[in-house]
Antibody, heavy 121, light 107 residues
């Protein structure tokens, strides 16, 4: 079964850091680009960051550029998002999503169930 | 690239034909995808490349358009189709954007 499972979310104070992980299974992980997408409570979807199959082609939304770092470990079939200097507006459900192919992307065909990040003092 | 969707909210009955429009602030060729999201669930891919139906998605869903104007059509609305629908442009990596969403509700 093709599956993405996110972990690492939680409650964090403003200005602190958090690292999200996404474990992939059921497909050849290193054949595809991967992405993080977030959704604030009651709001729409926001693309956060993407990474090519070989850890190239890194991309970030302007809202997180310079604070978040995406990475992957193909040997562990895992995707990561290091989030630094967290702000209240970063509070959201963070989804890991598989690209249909490489970059440029056609669409995101597999999504995890998300991990919630709460930023509050 | 900014995306707008219309309407933002739509009330419809089972069996209705429903059309949702997505407009891009500049041309994106056919790099557009449509997703369905139900409450508490992850988004599900319906359409990619503007008009290609994702495997396993019912044929009552269809997409069309290119450039700056796109449509998602549900030919005969079913009870399981009540959800929020998002378009996404993938032409301008690394600045990928989603539309604000269209909520389809039961009349």
């Amino acid at each position: 079964e093709v599956q993405l499972v996110e972990s690492g979310g939680g409650l964090v104070q403003p200005g602190r850091s958090l690292r999200l992980s996404c474990a992939a299974s059921g497909f050849t992980f290193d054949d595809f680009a991967m992405h993080w997408v977030r959704q604030a409570p009651g709001k729409g979807l926001e693309w956060v960051s993407g990474i090519g199959w070989n850890s190239g082609s890194l991309g970030y939304a302007d809202s997180v550029k310079g604070r978040f770092t995406i990475s992957r470990d193909n040997a562990k079939n895992s995707l990561y998002l290091q989030m630094n200097s967290l702000r209240a507006e970063d509070m959201a459900l963070y989804y890991c999503a598989k690209d249909m192919s490489g970059l440029p992307s056609l669409a995101f065909d597999i999504w995890g169930q998300g991990t919630m990040v709460t930023v509050s003092s | 690239i900014q995306l707008t969707q219309s309407p933002s909210f739509l009330s419809a009955s089972v069996g209705d034909r429903v059309t949702i429009t997505c407009r891009a602030s500049q041309g994106i060729d056919s790099y557009l995808a449509w997703y369905q999201q139900k409450p508490g669930k992850a988004p599900k891919l319906l359409i990619y490349a503007a008009s290609t139906l994702q495997s396993g998605v019912p044929s009552r869903f269809s997409g069309s358009g290119s450039g700056t104007e796109f449509t998602l059509t549900i030919s005969s609305l079913q009870p399981e189709d009540f959800a929020t629908y998002y378009c996404q442009q993938l032409n301008s990596y690394p600045q990928l954007t989603f539309g604000p969403g269209t909520k389809v509700d039961i009349k």
